[in-house]
């Protein structure tokens, strides 16, 4: 009797088993990459601009560089969008596509990222950006601390910029689309800097 039981009940356990660890389980939740798009605007100098220009080192803030996109929910907490990320190391996707808008914006093909292997004199761009993800009010915020250097390592201008562009939508793709406005706002007013300090205006 007790053999007949055991074999009535271990089928029974089997299942029961089975349905405890499938409803364990999580089903996986889609992901989404983004990518910054550069300026794609025009250049506006009339005629090229010939002094070489490093950007970098760019610094991030650390609660930014988790891979993830960033919402602030109040000013003492954000939420890190897991199902949301950047499509590849977010400093290294700044410095790229800086490097693009402000060729554009100087009309130059003379930016390059920093440090260059090649020892160029150059006027460096050093950037940190304290802000780059969604604000309390649902606007694209871009902030960053940055100065442009001569080859002697001397100061020539620095300052804070902040942006904040509101979104088509309120989805994650109108959010990135807003930052990468903001970013070539930046671009554009480095690149304003930078012809006001350059010692070759040619």
Same mark, same amino acid.
């Given at each position: ?52 220009? =490093?950007?970098?080192?760019? *610094?991030? &803030?650390?609660? %930014? !560089?988790? +891979? ?8 003492? /907490? ?15 996707? =700044?410095?790229?596509?800086? *490097?693009? &808008?402000?060729? %554009? !914006?100087? +009309? ?8 260059? /292997? ?85």
């Amino acid at each position: 009797m007790n053999k007949y039981r055991r074999f009535t009940i271990a089928p029974l356990l089997i299942t029961f088993l089975l349905l405890f660890v499938s409803g364990c389980t999580k089903q996986s939740l889609p992901l989404f990459y983004y990518t910054l798009e550069s300026s794609n605007q025009a250049s506006v100098s009339q005629t090229e601009f010939r002094q070489n220009i =490093l950007v970098g080192p760019i *610094i991030i &803030s650390s609660f %930014l !560089d988790k +891979g993830q996109l960033i919402t602030q929910n109040s000013a003492y /907490s954000v939420s890190i969008e897991e199902q949301h990320r950047w499509a590849g190391n977010l400093k290294e996707m =700044l410095s790229h596509a800086l *490097i693009n &808008s402000l060729s %554009l !914006d100087l +009309g130059s093909n003379s930016v390059y990222t920093f440090p260059n /292997s090649y020892g160029l004199k150059a006027l460096q761009v050093e950037l940190t950006f304290t802000h780059f993800e969604e604000d309390t009010n649902g606007q694209a915020l871009t902030q960053a601390r940055w100065k442009i250097i001569d080859s002697t390592h001397a100061i020539l201008y620095a300052t804070t910029s902040t942006y904040t562009i509101q979104p088509d939508d309120k989805n994650h793709r109108s959010l990135v689309k807003g930052l990468s406005i903001g970013l070539n706002k930046l671009s554009k007013d480095i690149a304003d800097a930078i012809r006001t300090v350059s010692p070759s205006k040619e």
